[in-house]
């Protein structure tokens, strides 16, 4: 499957960001959806990630409460909501996708990053 990702960019400390990635295949509900970044020097790691029916979520401690998750499947598309961007969401955001079905565990496929920095 591949994935494309978008929505990244500049803003300021406190402003909201969506990050929208589209899956290519009509098997998208399938799939365990997920969210990770990568800021410089540092690994990467699963901010949100969202089950096939869209029911269960789960978040990186430091976003819970300022970042949501979902998935559209008539879209083929999941989204990240960033909301209080803080300087240290700084990162290369990535979307994946996930046959095995945990939350934030392996991934199967890996789309595109997209940059998002947060300015002070």
């Known amino acids: 499957v591949q994935l494309q990702a978008s929505g990244g960019g500049l803003v300021q400390a406190g402003d909201s960001l969506r990050l929208s990635c589209a899956a290519s295949?009509?098997?998208?509900?399938?799939?365990?959806m997920e969210w990770f970044r990568q800021a410089p020097g540092k690994e990467r790691e699963c901010v949100a990630a969202?089950?096939?029916?869209?029911?269960?979520?789960v978040f990186l401690d430091s976003v819970k409460g300022r970042f949501t998750i979902s998935r559209d499947h008539a879209k083929n598309t999941v989204y990240l909501q960033m909301n209080n961007l803080k300087p240290e969401d700084t990162a290369v955001y990535y979307c994946?996708?996930?046959?095995?079905?945990?939350?934030?565990?392996?991934?199967?496929?890996w789309g595109k990053g997209t940059q998002v920095t947060v300015s002070s």
């Open positions: 295949e009509r098997t998208f509900s399938s799939y365990v």
């Open positions: 994946a996708a996930d046959r095995i079905g945990v939350l934030c565990g392996t991934v199967s496929y």
């Open positions: 969202i089950n096939r029916s869209g029911g269960s979520t």
